[in-house]
């Protein structure tokens, strides 16, 4: 099934399809960036202007390996900037593809 693209912005990195949006999160104050590709593999969640700048994985790979099935929250070694930017947008896809070595946060963490 493919991804419903109403409302969301495509960007191409590294010949895979993504798409991206901003949306308010309905558990918490926050604007949630969510960056989605198009075969599901990598499923990205980042909130804005948190406390700490991270990022949830909810897909079936992060950084070139698959997960666990669970979602698992990442400190982010880069900041988030005021306006969210396709530059940022890929910045973050590249670190989740291609880097490897992301800080988990482990425990109760508020979204």
């Known amino acids: 099934m493919s991804i419903s693209s109403k409302g969301r912005r495509k960007i191409i990195v590294g010949g895979q399809t993504y798409l991206w949006y901003v949306a308010l999160d309905d558990d918490s104050p926050y604007d949630i960036l969510h960056v989605i590709s198009d075969d599901k593999y990598l499923i990205l969640a980042c909130p804005l202007k948190a406390d700490r700048e991270y990022v949830i994985s909810k897909g079936r790979r992060f950084q070139a390996k698959d997960t666990n099935g669970h979602w698992n ?32 946060i482990d425990g109760d963490f508020p979204v």
């Open 73 to 104: 929250r990442y400190l982010l070694p880069f900041h988030i900037p005021e306006s969210i930017t396709p530059k940022f947008v890929e910045q973050l896809i590249l670190w989740s593809t291609q880097d490897s070595g992301a800080m988990p």
